[in-house]
């Protein structure tokens, strides 16, 4: 296990109601930019809630709506805009993680003198920001606790993640009834987007970090389990938390401080993303198997037997059967149990004309992976994706 400092400022409100702590808001101000993405929270009546619980602490709210699933670079430039415009003392990001995403790339921009997009292509510029805090509505990317951000340019086919100690939430929204209404689509991506979080922490050459890798065995089990459950019954309360909370502890550093490489699955996505817009979780879920049996080898193996054994309870003496088994069971979960599209074809990738130039750039940003990949191992693993 390698040196670390691990830190997790984020006070996280978890539970039925827990929405009734926004009025801690009023400690950073009374003027807050509201960035959410769609209609959703005006359906179910999040949206109601806040703008009652804000009004009776005495913050004034501006709006920023419609913030993308693969939130874009010229939305967080209108949020900056208004920050500086309005004096807006804090952002508060009701959504998933898009709308987190975005909020803590605005915040750190209002308080920068340049173009945000500076921010994401070199984090060490973004070295303050607007206190930032979130509603969580979607189990799926942990951005409620951690420093991270994702932001894309479609006008140049990129995206890119971007981090700072600065946009990590001052106070995080959990409560689980929020997700009761998600759809099986997004239920389904976001269990395989944790699912690969947790595994871009689990599958590392550090050797000793034996409490690392028995945490991420514990979230895979649970994500394994309440992910059907919740397919299958999206009210259930438990199946819910358990994503919730699964969700937030697959990325806030707690797996993969000490032991983590690299990751080398989401620059692959990153850069499909970037391309074609499709849905991160259903490319993550698409490109891990393929990932697996790639890199699966002589080095490998224990790895990938210990997670068969460890994560789906595969017997068996045969390392190398019981890893194809693993992979296998992988496969299975998202494309059938979980109902997600199995192929880049299915989520409408007709043609591989783009795959060479998307794998300099994924090979270029996976440096220091489980796995160190080549462009032409990437365009392979894109290959026997499509």
Not at 75 to 84: A, I, S
Not at 97 to 112: E, M
Not at 164 to 174: D, F, G, K, Q, W
Not at 176 to 183: G, N
Request: charged content about 20%.
């Amino acid at each position: 296990m390698y040196d670390f400092t691990f830190h997790i400022p984020t006070r996280i409100n978890f539970g039925r109601g827990a929405i009734s702590h926004l009025s801690e808001l009023a400690e950073s101000g009374n003027k807050a930019l509201l960035v959410y993405g769609g209609g959703s929270i005006k359906r179910n009546g999040i949206y109601d809630e806040a703008l009652r619980i804000l009004g009776e602490a005495g913050v004034e709210v501006t709006e920023l709506s419609g913030v993308e699933p693969n939130p874009r670079i010229q939305t967080v430039r209108r949020g900056v805009e208004l920050c500086k415009e309005q004096g807006i003392q804090m952002v508060l990001a009701i959504g998933g993680g898009s709308t987190i995403d975005a909020s803590k790339v605005i915040a750190a921009g209002a308080l920068y003198d340049g173009d945000p997009w500076d921010l994401v292509l070199d984090s060490s510029k973004a070295v303050r920001a607007l206190p930032i805090y979130s509603v969580l509505t979607l189990a799926a990317t942990g951005s409620e606790m951690d420093c991270f951000a994702v932001i894309s340019d479609m006008t140049k086919n990129e995206k890119w993640g971007t981090g700072a100690p600065c946009m990590v939430p001052t106070m995080s929204v959990l409560d689980p009834t929020y997700t009761f209404s998600v759809s099986r689509r997004q239920t389904a991506a976001g269990t395989a987007d944790m699912m690969s979080h947790t595994f871009e922490n689990y599958f590392t050459r550090e050797k000793g970090a034996d409490v690392q890798k028995e945490f991420c065995e514990g979230l895979l089990r649970t994500m394994v389990k309440n992910g059907p459950v919740a397919l299958a019954h999206p009210d259930d309360y438990d199946a819910r938390a358990n994503l919730m909370w699964a969700a937030s502890h697959a990325i806030n550093g707690l797996v993969g401080a000490g032991s983590a490489n690299a990751w080398c699955v989401h620059p692959m996505e990153h850069e499909l993303s970037a391309f074609y817009d499709i849905t991160h979780g259903e490319g993550l879920a698409i490109l891990t198997p393929a990932w697996m049996e790639h890199v699966l080898s002589v080095d490998t193996v224990a790895d990938f037997a210990r997670y068969g054994r460890r994560v789906w309870g595969i017997q068996g003496l045969d390392d190398f059967a019981v890893a194809h088994e693993a992979i296998a069971k992988t496969r299975e979960f998202f494309f059938q149990t979980m109902g997600m599209p199995a192929n880049l074809r299915a989520v409408g990738i007709t043609d591989d004309k783009n795959f060479e130039v998307m794998a300099q750039k994924a090979a270029d940003g996976s440096k220091g992976s489980y796995v160190p990949l080549t462009k032409d191992d990437i365009v392979e693993i894109y290959r026997a994706a499509f």
